[in-house]
């Protein structure tokens, strides 16, 4: 089992590298559920899937069915102008983040991002 974690997190590193920003895609499938955009995921596509209020996020961002946002990962309190922020309310390894979403005109739910995020990401 963990060789298979070290070579999804090797492969999150190839596919994403290390950086200060990333933009993340969402897709809708045709039923309705949103799943990120991780190419080569050598896992089940399910832990793909955005829920508890994920999905909404990616709703509220779409266009035809795909989402694209911008992310830049901090653990200070920065500002960026022009972006929401998420403030992680709850956090667990295996269990994933919730997050207050703020500064977003309209949305006004928390999100669960499972651990796959930290694979995306990086941290």
């Known amino acids: 089992m963990n060789d298979l974690l070290n070579g999804a997190r090797a492969l999150s590193k190839s596919v994403f590298g290390q950086r200060d920003e990333y933009e993340l895609q969402f897709n809708q499938e045709e039923d309705g559920r949103w799943y990120v955009d991780f190419p ?38 920065e500002e960026h102008p022009g972006y929401a922020k998420l403030i992680r309310k709850a956090w667990s390894l295996t269990g994933g983040s919730t997050y207050e979403v703020t500064q977003l005109r309209g949305f006004n739910e928390n999100i669960w991002l499972c651990p796959v995020t930290l694979f995306v990401l990086g941290q």
């Not at 050598?42 to 508890?52: S, T, Y």
């Open 40 to 77: 080569n995921w050598p896992f089940d596509h399910a832990n793909l899937e955005m829920v508890a209020g994920a999905d909404e996020l990616c709703e509220y961002f779409s266009t035809d069915g795909v989402a694209k946002v911008k992310v830049i990962p901090s653990d200070k309190e």
